[in-house]
């Protein structure tokens, strides 16, 4: 149900004893408030004076909160104005009716580990039917549905035939440790590869078998909020490191962190490449002591410029870095199919946590795949698809120059599937990312990946997933914009 203004403040519910701020908690609890549409696009909001006296809570933490939720796309907040929801939450998720009994209660007690994930929950509009030039795809409709399809039946047919047999849970690992060191110098055994149901579902695993709460984690600034939000949840203090010209900094003055999660291939979403020197320094002798490396190769199957740079994990002679990666990129993100490389000294546990979470990917769907791999099938279609992207970025990034040079400044980035284009001028992204939205452009606002203040304005598109005539369709709204 659509909330009136009095309500507002009735329906937060900031709690002052589980060690979590008060800042973070409204923050999550309005996002969710406007995410799930009960906050509905266009409704204005109390002003951060009126908020503040009704909660009991100090005027700056609401000016905060507002001030992040602007930057993360949801709200318009100008001086001297009440904020306006500008995110659609959309009728779809009215919610369900809230039933208060004397059974039920609208807000009932959470697990640490639960209050914390609903406040470190990232924008979800990604649910929406796909548009160009959203990021972070690959181009489904050039998928091989037919190859696929016949392993698919293959696995099925023989699964039926083993009858009460055990299903082969090593064929898969075995054909990635394979895929993995010849093409990205990961050294694994097969024992080593957990298969799971995402890069995602990997990310929580590793976060809830090595995270005490407390523990530092260094994650890029700007960066993957999927990544923020798992290590928050386990509750990690989570620290934003920027980066340089040669990746995520050591920042040696700083506490050193339990955990450093990292994408060196393509940094996401700036798309930059790790420098050699830089990989050495964080494995190298003066590495921060004790961290695990998570190492997020989501997209390093598509590189365009020059030879791939290997693995970081094949360069760790210590055993203390994991490698994470998705088939959601490479073939599609329905298969729901992601895999993590551990050090050998952890796999054994991982395992078992994986068991007990109950982390499983479907087993037909792991044998179709390593039928799909083992028969050449996943390099051809890589190498396919690596010539169309690699065309698609070309065209992007000209096209970017070309009719919108004067208010972008584009970063090529070596491979991947999305850029940057940074907006000049001191431009913010928010406002430019909702009229692109709102002419039927979609764009990430680079504001919202970042922690804290964001200092980086820009767009975050996509190229892999969009035809040439759709970026060409794209652009033009583009320039009619700004
Ligand atoms: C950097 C990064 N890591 C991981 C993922 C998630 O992959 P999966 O769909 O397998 O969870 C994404 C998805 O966009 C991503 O951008």
């Not at 990292?262 to 964080?282: A, I, V």
């Not at 990430?444 to 820009?458: E, F, I």
Request: proline share 6%; glycine share 10%; hydrophobic share 40%.
């Amino acid at each position: 149900m659509p909330v009136s203004e009095g309500m507002i403040s009735a329906l937060i519910d900031l709690r002052r004893v589980d060690g979590e701020r008060l800042v973070v908690q409204l923050t999550g609890q309005l996002r969710s408030l406007i995410a799930t549409g009960r906050l509905g696009k266009g409704r204005a909001l109390p002003s951060s004076r009126r908020l503040a006296s009704d909660l009991g809570v100090s005027r700056n933490t609401v000016t905060y909160a507002f001030e992040q939720l602007a930057a993360e796309g949801y709200l318009e907040a100008s001086h001297g104005r009440r904020p306006v929801v500008t995110f659609d939450g959309g009728e779809r998720v009215q919610g369900p009716r809230v039933v208060t009994s004397r059974l039920g209660s609208r807000n009932p007690r959470l697990s640490p580990w639960a209050s914390r994930l609903k406040q470190t929950d990232w924008p979800m509009s990604y649910q929406a039917p796909l548009k160009p030039l959203r990021p972070g795809h690959g181009d489904f409709r050039e998928f091989p549905n037919d190859v696929w399809a016949r392993c698919l039946r293959r696995s099925i047919v023989r699964a039926a035939k083993r009858d009460l047999g055990l299903v082969n849970r090593t064929r898969l690992r075995e054909a990635l440790a394979h895929y993995l060191a010849t093409s990205r110098g990961v050294r694994a055994t097969a024992e080593q590869i957990l298969i799971l149901p995402s890069a995602q579902a990997a990310l929580t695993l590793i976060a809830a078998a090595l995270i005490t709460p407390g523990d530092e984690v260094w994650v890029e600034n700007p960066g993957y909020p999927g990544a923020t939000a798992a290590f928050r949840a386990s509750g990690a203090r989570v620290t934003g490191i920027g980066l340089d010209g040669q990746g995520m900094q050591r920042m040696p003055g700083l506490p050193p962190p339990a955990l450093i999660f990292m994408t060196p291939s393509h940094q996401h979403p700036t798309g930059r490449l790790m420098s050699l020197s830089r990989r050495t320094e964080f494995l190298g002798p003066s590495r921060p002591d004790k961290a695990w490396i998570v190492e997020d190769d989501y997209d390093g199957e598509f590189h365009y410029d020059s030879r791939p740079v290997p693995a970081l994990q094949g360069l760790d002679a210590h055993g203390r870095v994991f490698y994470v990666g998705t088939f959601s990129k490479a073939m599609t993100s329905d298969i729901r199919l992601g895999y993590l490389v551990a050090p050998p000294a952890l796999a054994g546990t991982l395992e078992i946590a994986q068991r007990h979470i109950g982390l499983i990917a479907a087993s037909h769907i792991q044998e179709a795949l390593a039928e799909f791999i083992v028969d050449g099938h996943f390099l051809a279609h890589l190498r396919r698809m690596r010539r169309l992207y690699h065309a698609r970025r070309d065209h992007l990034v000209e096209g970017l120059q070309r009719h919108l040079g004067e208010v972008l400044s584009v970063e090529v980035p070596s491979g991947g599937i999305q850029l940057v284009a940074r907006l000049k001028h001191g431009r913010a992204d928010q406002a430019a990312v909702k009229r692109l939205i709102d002419a039927g452009v979609e764009a990430r606002a680079l504001s919202s990946l970042s922690l804290g203040r964001p200092r980086d304005h820009g767009l975050l598109l996509g190229f892999a997933a969009w035809r040439e005539s759709e970026i060409n369709a794209a652009l033009r709204t583009m320039a009619s914009c700004f």
